[in-house]
């Protein structure tokens, strides 16, 4: 392997910090660079690291003299600074990109427009039961360069998203799991729906014929598009309305069963701990992926049956006089808030808005028009929203704060009916992230 020995790490998240500890571990000459101010507690390690660096400005000369960058997935490849680096015939990759060169553990890497998080964590929850010396990181938790640097680990659960994805060219996980593809992030792929595919498919762009890609069949862009990627790896679909026969994992009647090789097992939908098609879908993704690791059936069962959901997907907050609340902060894109939508029965007042990402709304009129009473907008420019659903609810009101917004919902509402925060767009107009909205709204309900 060529050891390029002065690196350049350009963001200083928790991203950019496990880089530079792997890097240095590594023997290689290392600079972070932040434009941004860098958090306190990321600016106090690499100083008891003795680890160079620089924050709110990016110095130019230094930077483009590095043998290698290793960029933030929050930093989009159209950035000068990053053209230029490209220009120079700099490598630029993503943290995942380079911890993988760094570990012989098996990898299960897990993406998808919506789901991720779920079948990421529900994946760990499987293989930390089954005793199996796991580590669990990427676009979730510890960063996996940073577990590489400092554990032993012989498997890591990695949640990756598109953006890590796109600085990654070498990267081959032994299961990769695409949980599905709607639209999200297109100004960031130039508004063109083929560049975000191609994106989410570089998951398993590297596999071999012995790596196994689970996918959902019943993802219509997935399934247009696989036949072109010409993929390497076994498949295993996993599907809510198709019968397969083997090497797969299917709903039927209400029955979910799971086949390897002709080694099956069933357990039944109401068993599941998390509720709702979609994870349903999440956790057939997770229980194939642990049979594949050669997880027990007993295990897989009892995993499936005890996980409990995570905060910011679909967490209830309280009941306040009659009145339900709901937070799913982490809907950031349309499709992860037609799931919540879908899944509540009571009427609701719906909060979102924030940062478009392009959204099309048109998937959401008839779920808001049948389900919703009134919108209370939670973002800086709500135009969109308001034109997209005036003609489909009574009300939609303008807010700019999250304590503002549940007293207005509060309002609103009233007994049997149910309050949902669920965006359907990113935070970082009002918030730090979609944690930070989410703790925010829970913040203002509890204070009612």
């Not at 230029?84 to 553990?105: H, V």
Request: net charge negative.
């Amino acid at each position: 392997m060529n050891i390029k020995n002065n690196i350049v790490i350009l963001g200083a998240g928790e991203s950019g910090l496990g880089a530079a500890i792997l890097a240095i571990k590594q023997g290689a000459t290392v600079f972070v660079s932040d434009k941004s101010p860098i958090k306190t507690n990321y600016k106090n390690e690499l100083q008891s690291l003795n680890i160079d660096f620089e924050e709110g400005v990016h110095s130019e000369e230094k930077i483009l003299s590095a043998d290698l960058i290793i960029k933030s997935p929050g930093i989009p490849d159209k950035a000068p600074l990053v053209v230029a680096a490209k220009e120079k015939g700099i490598p630029i990759i993503s943290e995942i990109e380079y911890a993988s060169r760094y570990t012989n553990a098996k990898i299960v890497a897990i993406t998808g427009s919506n789901g991720k998080t779920t079948t990421t964590s529900l994946l760990y929850h499987i293989c930390k039961k089954a005793g199996l010396n796991v580590g669990l990181g990427g676009n979730i938790g510890t960063s996996f360069a940073r577990q590489v640097a400092n554990n032993t680990f012989d498997l890591f659960v990695l949640e990756i998203s598109s953006f890590q994805l796109d600085g990654c060219f070498d990267f081959c996980p032994n299961i990769s799991i695409l949980c599905n593809i709607t639209e999200d992030h297109m100004d960031r792929y130039d508004y063109k729906i083929e560049n975000y595919i191609k994106s989410k498919f570089r998951i398993a762009q590297k596999q071999t014929a012995s790596d196994s890609f689970i996918y959902c069949a019943d993802d219509e862009i997935s399934q247009q598009w696989l036949p072109k990627m010409n993929l390497k790896a076994q498949i295993f679909p996993i599907s809510s309305n198709q019968v397969f026969q083997e090497n797969a994992a299917w709903k039927e009647a209400q029955n979910l069963i799971f086949n390897h090789n002709h080694n099956q097992f069933e357990m039944q939908v109401h068993e599941l701990a998390l509720t709702g098609m979609h994870n349903t879908y999440n956790s057939m993704a997770a229980g194939m992926a642990a049979k594949l690791l050669g997880v027990r059936k007993e295990i897989i069962r009892e995993s499936l049956q005890d996980f409990k959901s995570l905060e910011h997907r679909m967490e209830f907050v309280s009941t306040i006089r009659g009145i339900d609340f709901m937070n799913d902060s982490k809907a950031t894109n349309v499709n992860s808030t037609w799931f919540a939508l879908e899944s509540i029965s009571k009427p609701i007042i719906w909060i979102a808005g924030g940062v478009d990402k392009g959204n099309d709304y048109t998937q959401l009129k008839e779920l808001v028009k049948n389900k919703v009473k009134a919108i209370v907008c939670l973002g800086k420019d709500n135009e969109k929203i308001h034109h997209a659903f005036s003609e489909d609810v009574g009300y939609i009101l303008d807010t700019d704060n999250a304590e503002e917004a549940v007293a207005m919902a509060y309002n609103l509402a009233e007994k049997g009916e149910l309050v949902l925060l669920s965006p359907a767009c990113a935070s970082f107009d009002l918030f730090e992230n979609y944690e930070d909205r989410g703790r925010q709204f829970k913040r203002a309900v509890m204070a009612l």
